[in-house]
């Protein structure tokens, strides 16, 4: 079985930073993308960045979040700085592993204006 496990969500005056984290666990033969969606109250589950052959980023986010992985811990990370209220959302992580998409339990950013 293949598990994601999120943490580093909080609450976070605006202009602020956090950083998420999703470690991959299990039988894993094989990672080709590790990224992280958003869902805020009332709204559909957006992408917010990934890491496969490329890096891609909404452009809300653009030049404020940075993802990273490190690929011998199975990681993603997610560096978010200078955070908006319009930042406050859950934020899952999801990884395509053994060739299955498998998601995170999601994890609380709130900003506060």
């Known amino acids: 079985q293949v598990q994601l496990v999120e943490s580093g969500g909080g609450l976070v005056q605006a202009g602020g930073s956090l950083r998420l984290s999703c470690a991959a666990s299990g039988s894993i033969f094989s990672i080709n993308v590790m990224g992280w969606y958003r869902q805020a109250p009332g709204k559909q589950r957006d992408l917010v960045a990934t890491s496969g052959s490329s890096t891609k980023y909404a452009d809300s986010v653009k030049g404020r979040f940075t993802i990273s992985r490190d690929n011998a811990k199975n990681t993603v990370y997610l560096q978010m700085n200078n955070l908006k209220p319009e930042d406050t959302a859950v934020y899952y992580c999801?990884?395509?592993?053994?060739?299955?998409?498998?998601w995170g339990q999601g994890t609380q950013v709130t900003v506060s204006s």
């Open positions: 999801y990884a395509i592993i053994n060739a299955r998409r498998y």
